[in-house]
């Protein structure tokens, strides 16, 4: 993916399922912050500014930004995958830290099992891990849920 966005804390669901699909989404989380301050972030770090306030369409605003009306997570992802040709494929899917955004890294499984609850040992192979936070990550139960949560909301998988 070749789209990055900046998300703000308007649309804090729709980032972190923007992050499960694979595609680099910052947040900004602190509500005090301005949406000038905001979309001046987003154009200086090159990202397409993600928000539901209007108001970023009388700003200077940065060279892309989608301002959505409504407030259902799966709506605005779907909005976001039209407006920027987003697709979604499998591999992609938990390639990105959710908490800070990094592109995940493989490692040995001796490192992963030492995060990892009994039941998961037994059951996990490959394991990853954020180089920005250090949390663990596998593939489990959860890959299921959003695979089907993303069938059921229409968004199509390749």
Known sequence: MNDTFLADCMVGRLCTWI????????????????????????KAQGRIFLTRDSGVEKLAAPPGYLVFR????????????????????????????LLCNAALLVISRDEGENSAPPLTRAAQEKYYK?????????????????????????????
């Not at 992050?19 to 987003?42: F, S």
């Not at 409504?70 to 830290?97: D, H, N, P």
């Not at 959003?146 to 390749?158: K, M, Q, T, Y």
Request: proline share 4%; with cysteine; glycine share 8%.
């Open 19 to 42: 992050r499960i699909i694979g595609a680099d989404c910052a947040y900004i989380p602190e509500k005090g912050r301005t949406l000038k301050t905001a979309a001046a972030m987003a």
């Open 130 to 158: 954020c180089p920005s936070c250090g949390k663990i990550y596998w593939r489990g139960t959860h890959v299921g849920a959003v695979l089907r949560e993303l069938r059921e909301s229409g968004i199509p998988l390749r």
């Open 70 to 97: 409504s407030q259902k997570w799966r709506e605005q992802l779907k909005s976001a995958m039209e407006t920027y040709g987003l697709e979604v494929k499998r591999e992609w899917i938990f390639s990105r830290c």
